[in-house]
């Protein structure tokens, strides 16, 4: 018999969850706009972000000036419906982050927050988003990754979510083939625990 469910991230319309329980207050959204403000200043930027859901980080960094030219993927399409009536300035797309329908070098900054671990696995997503951005990846994590690596993937009615907490050695190795230089930060909030790898391309 063939399996029909799904990951249930293509199916939530649970679009308040990112904003629960102090998710959309984390430091680290502030970390990630002053790190962009340092680097670019006034520059109107090519921003995409990876895995959207609530439109968080979006909200977040229209309180930043000057505004960046944004673009969200997420496999969720309730989720992007939302966000288009809330945000219809910003273009939403339906896509993969493993499979990005963006030529190479389009973005001068792509993010991913809290979206690697509800993949199998990190790889091929991490190497798409190096492929269309110009500058700079970020990858926040709230697993922060450490041994043993944990692959976890949850049966629910209807579908799946993957929970990985992922090996540091290898993960970060991957990074530095594909950066010119990585700042790693740990930024907290009460219990949570954010890990931000602010990546800048090597040329
Ligand atoms: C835990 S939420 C994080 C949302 C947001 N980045 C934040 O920090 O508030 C994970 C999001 O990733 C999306 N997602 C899961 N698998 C994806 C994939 N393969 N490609 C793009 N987005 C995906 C989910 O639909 C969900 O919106």
């Not at 308040?16 to 680097?39: C, I, K, Q, V």
């Not at 993957?162 to 594909?178: C, H, I, Q, T, V």
């Not at 950066?179 to 790898?197: N, P």
């Amino acid at each position: 018999m063939q399996d029909a469910a799904g990951s249930l991230w293509e199916q939530t319309s649970d679009v308040d969850y990112m904003r629960m329980e102090g998710r959309d207050t984390h430091p680290s959204y502030d970390w990630f706009n002053r790190r962009l403000a340092e680097l670019y200043g006034d520059k109107v930027i090519d921003f995409l972000d990876c895995g959207v859901m609530s439109g968080t980080t979006y909200t977040k960094l229209k309180d930043v000036s000057p505004p960046c030219n944004y673009t969200g993927i997420d496999i969720g399409e309730s989720l992007l419906e939302s966000c288009r009536s809330r945000f219809p300035e910003a273009q939403w797309k339906q896509m993969s982050v493993m499979d990005l329908h963006f030529p190479s070098g389009t973005f001068d900054v792509v993010n991913c927050r809290h979206l690697l671990e509800h993949l199998p696995y990190y790889e091929t997503a991490v190497r798409e988003m190096f492929r269309v951005a110009r500058q700079h990846v970020a990858i926040c994590f709230f697993q922060v990754p450490r041994d043993p690596e944990a692959l976890l993937r949850r049966d629910a009615a209807g579908g799946y979510v993957w929970l990985n907490r992922y090996s540091p050695g290898p993960f970060e190795d991957l990074l530095a083939k594909l950066s010119d230089t990585v700042e790693t930060v740990d930024i907290s909030q009460e219990r949570r625990v954010d890990r931000i790898y602010f990546c800048t391309k090597g040329s």
